[in-house]
């Protein structure tokens, strides 16, 4: 009999997890010189890049009076409020400059600070480091750095290509991420002629493993009905094929396929913009039909679909929870939504009691559905 589950309610704070790296922008939008607004986890961001083209990013809010920086003049290296003058390094948001001052008044000005975040580029996006303690720009404190670097798509050979896609969500980080790992949803949301119908549908068998912060999908030979692995087999047999798909909190889905000497990876984030949008960014990565014409375009045009369709169904669905439906998860297709749950609250667990993480899952899983 499978098992019948709500999903928990979340409250706020644990809906949107700090402490973590998150896709602010993709790198390609932002230009040398210019500013840029942004928002992660409901913080306001203005982002740029300094005349070297290094990313940075402050809070949008003046340290003095709240003022959005964005609305400042920004030279290249320092950026001066558009109210009294007030200047900032933008790299770490230490206070060069308060232009009232006369020169017998003291005041410490490089002990103030704009509020400022760990900031990197990498693979296509510009990504900012949220940390855990509040938001920082209450004034006297430099930044908290990152403990690691920013995620970066796995990469097997020097040379390949890479695109992105993005799409932005009317629900909760929660609904986006659920929605991302569901695997029940294929045949009704992605149909097409020239990818599967429902009349596709079959059983399906997978493996899955614990792993730090998340759970991996066992390396194993991709489902028969999925359209890059149709267009893998131009390279490779049905056998040599291998795909790993793996989550990490807080909102990571890595998925592998390699084929031989030929590979595609991809880097998936849905990022919480509020508590109630989010946004979902694609990344791949491969080194297969480099020398091939239109390849990469329909590669991209699938992905496009796919992302479109998804973000689509969302729209219809945050109708829907407008008016604050029961919901459930079900076993087994529900499975890695159940564990996505409890992965995050094992993380809030062990962040409140200062103890290590305790995996919710005791170790390897085998779950079926049909799809
Ligand atoms: S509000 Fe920014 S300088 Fe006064
Ligand atoms: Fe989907």
């Keep these: 009999m499978p098992d019948l589950d709500l999903p928990q309610r979340q409250e706020p704070d644990a809906l949107m997890l700090t402490g973590f790296w998150y896709r602010a922008l993709p790198a390609d939008r932002v230009h040398r010189n210019q500013l840029h607004k942004a928002t992660l986890l409901e913080i306001p961001l203005v982002i740029g890049r300094d005349r070297l083209g290094q990313p940075f990013a402050l809070r949008d809010a003046c340290p003095h009076r709240g003022m959005p920086l964005n609305c400042g003049r920004f030279d290249g290296e320092n950026l001066e409020c558009g109210y009294h003058g007030w200047q900032f390094d933008v790299h770490n948001g230490q206070c060069q400059l308060i232009p009232s001052l006369t020169a017998d008044q003291n005041l410490k000005v490089d002990r103030i600070y704009a509020g400022s975040y760990s900031c990197e580029e990498q693979d296509s996006f510009i990504w900012v480091f949220i940390p855990d ?131 595609f990876s991809s880097l998936t984030t849905v990022t919480p913009i509020t508590r109630s949008h989010c946004r979902i960014d694609v990344v791949a990565a491969w080194n297969l039909f480099r020398w091939v014409p239109f390849v990469p375009e329909l590669l991209k045009f699938v992905f496009a679909k796919f992302v479109e369709q998804d973000r689509r169904t969302m729209e219809l669905q945050a109708e829907g929870l407008k008016h604050n439906p029961h919901l459930m998860l079900i076993d087994d297709a529900d499975r890695p939504a159940k564990w996505y749950f409890q992965l995050k609250a094992a993380h809030l667990e062990a962040k409140r009691t200062g103890a290590e993480m305790k995996h919710p899952m005791a170790g390897a899983v085998t779950l079926k559905w049909r799809s």
């Design 133 to 263: 303690q509040g938001t920082p720009g209450a004034g006297f404190a430099p930044r908290t750095e990152a403990s690691e670097p920013a995620p970066q798509i796995e990469k097997f050979s020097g040379k390949y290509r890479s695109a992105y896609l993005q799409a932005e969500m009317p629900v909760s980080i929660d609904h986006g991420i659920i929605g991302l790992m569901d695997p029940a949803h294929g045949p009704f949301v992605h149909q097409a002629w020239w990818w599967r119908t429902q009349h596709s549908m079959h059983e399906k068998k997978k493996n899955f493993e614990p792993i730090p912060n998340g759970f991996r999908m066992s390396a194993h030979t991709p489902s028969s009905n999925s359209a890059p692995y149709k267009l893998l087999r131009l390279y490779a047999d049905a056998d040599a094929i291998t795909t790993t798909i793996d989550f990490v909190l807080p909102n990571i889905r890595t998925e592998t396929i390699r084929a031989g000497k030929y590979w």
